[in-house]
T-cell receptor, first 116, second 117 residues
Framework: AQKITQTQPGMFVQEKEAVTLDCTYDTSDQSYGLFWYKQPSSGEMIFLIYQGSYDEQNATEGRYSLNFQKARKSANLVISASQLGDSAMYFCAMREGRSNDYKLSFGAGTTVTVRA | KAGVTQTPRYLIKTRGQQVTLSCSPISGHRSVSWYQQTPGQGLQFLFEYFSETQRNKGNFPGRFSGRQFSNSRSEMNVSTLELGDSALYLC????????????????FGAGSRLTVL
C-alpha cells in the first residue's frame, strides 16, 4: 500500500495567488514526521517544511504552511503569494516511528507551474 | 556552510559496467542516505549509513551497495549495470538528534544522473 499519496500530478497557478497541494499518508505509528520538499528542474531536493505528529500547531515557514489534519491523515501544503520561482515539483514525504533510521517514504509528487 | 556534494553530476555507462557515486555530507552530519529517482518508480530509498554502519536498506538487489567512511563521506556502487538503473541518484545527509526532533531534516545534494546505454 502507498504510504504517501499525492493525487494531483500537475497544477497551474496564477502569480501572487495561493495554491494547495494535497497529501494523504498511511501509517499505524503514533510518532511520525511529515515533510515537504521542492525539486526544481536542476534536480536538487529543497526542504520546505516539517510537521511532527505530536505538534499541535500547524507548521509555517514564510510563504509555506502545512494544513495538518491528523484524523484524516492529511498534510496539505499551502503556498501563498505564488512566485514564478515556485514552479517546480513538490514532494510530500513521511518518516515513521521513533527510530533513528532516516528513511523517508515519498509521494509521486505534484508539478506546479506558476503563470505570470 | 557547504551543502551536500555529489560527484559526478552526470555519467554515461553501458550495460554490464559498474559505477561508483560519491557523496560528501554537510560538515557535522553523520547520517547519509541514498535515494534513487526514476520517472516510473519515483523516489525510492536505497540505504542509510551512520558512523560507517548501514542502519537501513531498501528493497534493491545486491548489485547496489554502499559504504561510509570515518569522515562521513559515502559512496554507493552499482555493479553489472542494467538499463533500468538509469536514474537520478540523490544523496542526503542529516544531523542526528532525538528521534522525534524536527531537526532531523534530510538535506539533499544535487544528485548524480546516471544513464545506462
Amino acid at each position: 500500500a502507498q504510504k504517501i499519496t499525492q493525487t494531483q500530478p500537475g497544477m497551474f497557478v496564477q502569480e501572487k495567488e495561493a495554491v494547495t497541494l494535497d497529501c494523504t499518508y498511511d501509517t499505524s505509528d503514533q510518532s511520525y514526521g511529515l515533510f515537504w520538499y521542492k525539486q526544481p528542474s536542476s534536480g536538487e531536493m529543497i526542504f520546505l517544511i516539517y510537521q511532527g505528529s505530536y505538534d499541535e500547531q500547524n507548521a509555517t515557514e514564510g510563504r509555506y504552511s502545512l494544513n495538518f489534519q491528523k484524523a484524516r491523515k492529511s498534510a496539505n501544503l499551502v503556498i501563498s503569494a505564488s512566485q514564478l520561482g515556485d514552479s517546480a515539483m513538490y514532494f510530500c514525504a513521511m518518516r515513521e516511528g521513533r527510530s533513528n533510521d532516516y528513511k523517508l517514504s515519498f509521494g509521486a509528487g505534484t508539478t506546479v507551474t506558476v503563470r505570470a | 556552510k557547504a551543502g551536500v556534494t555529489q560527484t559526478p553530476r552526470y555519467l554515461i555507462k553501458t550495460r554490464g559496467q559498474q559505477v561508483t557515486l560519491s557523496c560528501s555530507p554537510i560538515s557535522g552530519h553523520r547520517s547519509v542516505s541514498w535515494y534513487q529517482q526514476t520517472p516510473g518508480q519515483g523516489l525510492q530509498f536505497l540505504f542509510e549509513y551512520f558512523s560507517e554502519t548501514q542502519r537501513n536498506k531498501g528493497n534493491f538487489p545486491g548489485r547496489f551497495s554502499g559504504r561510509q567512511f570515518s569522515n562521513s563521506r559515502s559512496e554507493m556502487n552499482v555493479s553489472t549495470l542494467e538499463l533500468g538503473d538509469s536514474a537520478l541518484y540523490l544523496c542526503a545527509s542529516s544531523l542526528v538528534q532525538g528521534p522525534s526532533s524536527g531537526a532531523n531534516v534530510l538535506t539533499f545534494g544535487a544528485g548524480s544522473r546516471l544513464t545506462v546505454l
